[in-house]
């Protein structure tokens, strides 16, 4: 069993940011990609951002890219989601997972093991 234990969720205005945290268990974090998925009220969950294991390459939803910056510090074997210009329709639940793939990291069946998801709310 992996534990994901994430951080740095709550409620800011419009425009403000937020960084989420996602601190894995040591055994899993440095070999294995990492992503970064919401859901938001009534929807289903969808893609944000991911990263290989070595932080090499990255990922992004288009509506992410430019705003969010997913980063990973294997030493520290946490991955974090830098939040920048939020807007309204960014409110979701939003959960870090692991993943043992290299490609198609957008999927969210191709994770194993999930976090419990912060609420991040955003004020207009």
């Known amino acids: 069993q992996v534990q994901l234990v994430e951080s740095g969720g709550g409620l800011v205005q419009a425009g403000g940011s937020l960084r989420l945290s996602c601190a894995a268990d040591?055994?899993?974090?440095?070999?294995?990609?990492m992503g970064w998925f919401r859901q938001p009220p009534g929807k289903e969950r969808e893609f944000v951002a991911a990263?290989?294991?070595?932080?090499?390459?990255?990922y992004y939803a288009d509506s992410m890219k430019g705003r969010f910056t997913i980063s990973r510090d294997n030493a520290k074997n946490t991955v974090y989601l830098q939040m920048n210009s939020l807007k309204p329709e960014d409110t979701a639940v939003y959960y870090c997972?692991?993943?043992?793939?290299?490609?198609?990291?957008?999927?969210?069946?191709?994770?194993?093991?999930w976090g419990q998801g912060p609420q991040v709310t955003v004020s207009s």
């Open positions: 997972a692991v993943s043992p793939y290299v490609n198609d990291l957008y999927r969210p069946v191709n994770y194993d093991y």
């Open positions: 990263i290989t294991w070595s932080g090499g390459s990255t």
């Open positions: 040591r055994r899993a974090f440095s070999s294995f990609a």
